[in-house]
């Protein structure tokens, strides 16, 4: 679907030097351009972000204008990340190419814990003579794990639909409670049943830091924290907490603070695989991006109610 007749596409300089009458506009991907340009524009009415998350942009904002986010248009990309995250931890990938890179054939011996739980590992333990400090590390299977997926929106029902390959059990958290989720308020209780916890949630005032000692507390030991929500979702030194005591693992595409800064504990925390908050970003976004911008100029030409506007939708 290409952009309505009639409608002129401007495409605006990082540094404007004047201004320009714009009633739709589509910002850049940070705070610090989106100041840059805001000044210069007259008569906007309408700012379609690409981003699944809005938190950063909604305080650079003024008052009156109708903001709609990116939903949709990241779940192909966000729901393989956490697949990927999933599988290379319970398959211990982050161990095995630390050891590809120090020359070492190690097989399924290694040291530190695996991803097994805690029990599983002493009776393993019991059923072989190893090396002193030693223990057994197997690769684990995501075939009938439970996942708890907290911010059940359209993310995560993509990553359900992927996890259905694996025959997980798959259970679900928002905002609100509905058919088949549970409300944000059960998640104490659902906690210690899930294998792997994925967090999808939005970055909002209820949501800030609400992952911290007292919910990874209970979690199931060696359970996998796998964060693709946003950083300060997690209290980040009670992760690093948990992830030094050997309690949990996690897989996280978002960290608190971002970027993650050299010398930062979690870089050497155990158990523990980081990517860059890159989950979202593959080469057919920009085709999923313009289609969206596509449909909203389409509706808003023709007067008729946009799609995705921040605050029509919980988690």
């Known amino acids: 679907m290409g952009f309505p007749d009639g409608v002129e596409v401007v495409r605006l300089p990082k540094l404007p030097e004047r201004h320009y009458t714009v009633d739709f506009w589509v910002p850049p991907f940070n705070a610090k351009a989106v100041a840059a340009v805001l000044p210069h524009l007259q008569a906007l009415k309408v700012v379609q972000s690409l981003m699944a998350g809005v938190d950063w942009l909604l305080p650079c904002l003024p008052a009156g204008l109708t903001v709609c ?9 966000t729901s393989e990340w956490v697949l990927a995250a999933i599988l290379s931890s319970l398959k211990q990938f982050p161990r095995y190419r630390d050891n590809q890179k120090a020359g070492q054939w190690r097989g399924q011996v290694a040291f530190g814990g695996g ?4 029990e599983e590992k002493e009776e393993a333990a019991k059923a072989q003579s190893l090396q002193a400090g030693q223990m057994i590390v197997l690769s684990d299977e995501l075939f009938g794990k439970t996942v708890l997926i907290v911010g059940y929106g359209s993310v995560g029902a993509a990553i359900e639909a992927r996890l259905r390959a694996f025959d997980a059990k798959v259970l679900r958290v928002a905002r609100n409670a509905r058919e088949g989720v549970s409300s944000i308020a059960d998640l104490p209780e659902l906690l210690p049943l899930a294998d792997v916890v994925v967090l999808i949630v939005p970055l909002t005032q209820s949501t800030r830091a609400m992952f911290g000692a007292e919910l990874m507390a209970r979690m199931k030991p060696g359970a996998l924290l796998v964060n693709a929500a946003r950083g300060p979702v997690v209290v980040t030194d009670d992760l690093d907490a948990a992830l030094r005591e050997g309690r949990i693992h996690a897989a996280v595409d978002v960290t608190d603070p971002e970027p993650l800064p050299p010398g930062h504990p979690l ?15 593959t080469a057919a976004f920009i085709g999923r991006a313009y289609a969206l911008v596509a449909r909203q100029l389409h509706h808003y030409v023709r007067g008729e109610p946009l799609e995705n506007v921040v605050g029509d939708a919980g988690y």
Request: hydrophobic share 30%.
């Open 115 to 118: 991803f097994r739980a805690h």
């Open 69 to 77: 986010d990116g939903r949709g248009i990241h779940d192909v990309p």
């Open 267 to 281: 870089w050497s925390a155990p158990n523990c695989l980081i990517t860059p908050h890159i989950g979202g970003s």
